[in-house]
């Protein structure tokens, strides 16, 4: 039997040929990469011995897209409880001021409105480590809405909804949790044009020693897929 394979594409596979020793079927298969998302079909047409053509065999293809997220500078940083404000660095612990520190991160969405996210992943790489940061418990890092513009002191009195808690001993961070991908579906189906998030530890404190004690993080990026 001859035999060809058609495409929704207008591609036409080459004649192919496959041999029966007497009545029954056989499996044929095609590769196909097509290059966008959309619906499509595929049929096969039989050549000979006598010439026939399949229904078709239909498929709806989603590609997903892959974005990269850089944190927008001025939105994204430190405060601490005496309300100084930094955007050198994403900071959370013990400053050597004795004064308790949380970092800010703000990723613009805006282009992402009307997308689904399939997927997101945190990754925040340390800059810095510094003193004993035994007593200040659990890194959490949560969600909240501090608006756009330059960061303010006043972020720091918005609560933030946890999202993720890591042992007092981490450096290096990836979290890709569903709670982080609904949280941020949930501020692009709101049409917000941010999604920001806290870093902060579970017992905010300070030893009175007037050395830091704590995390700061320079490389932060979002990888999400659409």
């Known amino acids: 039997m001859t035999y060809q394979w058609e495409r929704s594409d207008g591609g036409i596979d080459p004649p192919l040929g496959i ?6 079927s056989q499996t ?20 000979r011995p006598n010439v026939m053509t399949s229904n078709h065999a ?59 996210v399939q997927s ?31 960061l303010q002191a006043a972020a720091r009195l918005i609560p933030a909804v946890h999202l993720a808690t890591f042992p007092n001993r981490v450096t290096a961070i990836s979290y890709g949790g569903e709670n982080m991908r609904t949280a941020l579906q949930s501020r692009i189906d709101a049409r917000n044009p941010r999604f920001q998030l806290k870093m902060y530890w579970s017992r905010p404190s300070s030893d009175g020693d007037f050395v830091e004690d704590g995390l700061g993080y320079l490389d932060i990026y979002q990888a999400v897929s659409l």
Do not use: K, Q
């Open 19 to 24: 041999t029966f020793a007497g009545a029954g």
């Open 28 to 47: 044929v298969r095609m590769l196909w990469h097509p290059s966008t998302s959309g619906f499509g079909w595929a049929r096969l047409r039989i050549l």
């Open 58 to 116: 239909n498929f709806t293809l989603t590609c997903r897209r892959e974005v990269t997220l850089s944190v927008v500078g001025n939105e994204t940083g430190s405060i601490s409880t005496t309300d100084l404000v930094s955007n050198a660095i994403v900071g959370a612990g013990d400053g050597a001021l004795n004064a308790s520190i949380s970092g800010y991160v703000s990723f613009d969405i805006t282009a992402f409105a009307g997308r689904t």
């Open 120 to 150: 997101i992943t945190l990754t925040m790489n340390p800059a810095i480590e510094s003193g004993d940061r035994s007593f200040l418990g659990d890194l959490w890092i949560g969600t909240l809405d501090y608006d756009t513009g330059p």
